[in-house]
Nanobody, 127 residues
Framework: QVSVMESGGGLVQAGGSLRLSCTASGFNDGAIGWFRQAPGKQREGVAC??????????ADSVKGRFTISRSSDNPKNTVFLQMSSLKPDDTAMYYC????????????????????WGQGTQVTVSP
């Protein structure tokens, strides 16, 4: 069973940066990524790392501004989401998710019983 924990959210002005961290205990392979949900909006897959291949996927809305990376230190099942040039539209609860197969369920925000996610961390971008 995978246990996911996020950290690093906060309040930032538009144009600023934040880095989110996620540790997926019990994760061995598959995909780790992030999705977000803002009040009144649909859940959106933001970024995902396909673990064994090292491939990364991004939503069009964050390409060029967000970067997902993996920790080279222990614990190795840790990913970061570096968010730059933040916009008020990026305001949302950000959830880290782990899936034992691919990034599809995370990026497409589909219901998948194999996906584990954390409690979420709030990101608020002020104008």
């Amino acid at each position: 069973q995978v246990s996911v924990m996020e950290s690093g959210g906060g309040l930032v002005q538009a144009g600023g940066s934040l880095r989110l961290s996620c540790t997926a205990s019990g994760f061995n392979d598959g995909a780790i990524g992030w999705f977000r949900q803002a009040p009144g909006k649909q859940r959106e897959g933001v970024a995902c790392s396909q673990w064994s291949r090292g491939d990364a996927y991004y939503a069009d809305s964050v390409k060029g501004r967000f970067t997902i990376s993996r920790s080279s230190d222990n614990p190795k099942n840790t990913v970061f989401l570096q968010m730059s040039s933040l916009k008020p539209d990026d305001t949302a609860m950000y959830y880290c998710a782990a899936n034992p197969h691919t990034c599809d369920a995370i990026m497409q925000s589909t219901q998948d019983p194999d996906t584990s996610w954390g409690q979420g961390t709030q990101v608020t971008v002020s104008p």
